[in-house]
């Protein structure tokens, strides 16, 4: 089982919609919760990172975390064409300092 | 302010031949990481450095993978020799002292890793 999980895509979702993307993780132990966006031959960008079960909003983007499903998702609202890249999931697992990745998300937002 | 830094982006070597990727971190950052993904795979974590010591270098897949920071400011990671599943893309990342990553720390754009 990895640690991180994310559904490959492509999520394709059309331009104003909400892109829902969605990762599980296998150690409950697990503190912090990131998500990064790559566009292709880029670095990864953090745009989110949650600590406490619920909801985390910041303009367009809402990160939420529930603990006990061990399932963090991501809520793009009025995607853009420009939204278009993978997500990545990662996690910090207890007792650690490095990122565990989620292999990541491949959004499409269709003008 | 420049960003975290990595030479070549891009390497095309043949199997058995060494390489060396550099990495250059943001100025005053004492973390330091090494990650990698290969093809169809997340990226994975290879080592950690504070300063010029390994704090955690438990990724390094095997005995070709040699990292160092010698004096605490850039890095290098040297793969001898290299197999074609060494084939990847290598990225960096620094952060300051004390912080976590939802603070000041950046990846590099990656060095793209072609063993032929």
Redesign the interface.
């Known amino acids: 089982q990895?640690e991180?999980e994310q559904n490959s895509g492509p999520l394709s979702v059309p331009e104003g919609a909400i892109a829902s993307l969605n990762c599980t993780y296998s150690d409950r132990g697990s503190q912090?919760f990131?998500w990064y966006r790559q566009y292709s031959?880029?670095?990864?960008?953090?745009i989110m990172?949650i600590y406490s079960n619920g909801d985390k909003e910041d303009g367009r983007f809402t990160a939420q975390l529930n603990k006990a499903s061990q399932y963090v998702s991501l809520l793009i609202r009025d995607s853009q064409p420009s939204d278009s890249a993978t997500y990545?999931c990662?996690a910090?697992p207890p007792g650690?300092?490095?990122?565990?990745?989620?292999?990541?998300t491949r959004l499409q937002v269709q003008p | 302010e420049a960003g975290v830094t990595q030479f070549p982006s891009h390497s095309v070597i043949e199997k058995g031949q060494t390489v060396t990727l550099r990495c250059d971190p943001i100025s005053g950052h004492d973390n330091l990481y090494w990650y990698r993904r290969v093809m169809g795979k997340e990226i994975k974590f290879l080592l950690h450095f504070v300063k010029e010591s390994k704090q955690d270098e438990s990724g390094m897949p095997n005995n070709r993978f040699l990292a160092e920071r010698t004096g605490g400011t850039y890095s290098t990671l040297k793969v001898q020799p290299a197999e074609l599943e060494d084939s990847g893309v290598y990225f960096c990342a620094s952060s300051p002292r004390g912080s976590t990553w939802d603070t000041e720390a950046f990846f590099g754009q990656g060095t793209r890793l072609t063993v032929v």
């Open positions: 990895k991180v912090s990131f031959g880029k670095s990864p960008e953090l990172f990545l990662a910090t650690r300092r490095a990122l565990t990745f989620g292999s990541g």
